[in-house]
Nanobody, 121 residues
């Protein structure tokens, strides 16, 4: 059993900052890629940022230069520092992780339940 739990969402004014965290727990053998996706009402889920086990990073063009993804492998945690937030960043943010389960001995895509980020004045 593997679980991803997000935290750090909330309401912030345009230009403000938030830091999202996602901690993985359970029957983890190894975590490969981790990252963040988001989905706004009426829109499809889109990639925000990914970070591999080798620390290669991919950002969506819409957040490049404003958001920073990082990970702490000792804590099985991925972070998303969001600066200069805009109203169009409003969405539910979902944590993602590619994890090899140490019981099933297979790799699976896992998703968190999502955390709401609202950017509004």
């Amino acid at each position: 059993q593997v679980q991803l739990v997000e935290s750090g969402g909330g309401l912030v004014q345009p230009g403000g900052s938030l830091r999202l965290s996602c901690a993985a727990s359970g029957t983890i053998e190894r975590i490969y890629t981790m990252g963040w996706y988001r989905q706004a009402p009426g829109k499809q889920r889109e990639l925000v940022a990914l970070i591999t086990s080798g620390s290669n990073i991919n950002y969506a063009d819409s957040v490049k230069g404003r958001f920073t993804i990082s990970r702490d492998n000792a804590k099985n945690t991925v972070y998303l520092q969001m600066n200069s937030l805009k109203p169009e960043d409003t969405a539910v943010y979902y944590c993602y992780a590619d994890i090899r389960n140490n019981i099933l001995k297979r790799r699976y895509d896992y998703w968190g339940q999502g955390t709401q980020v609202t950017v509004s004045s």
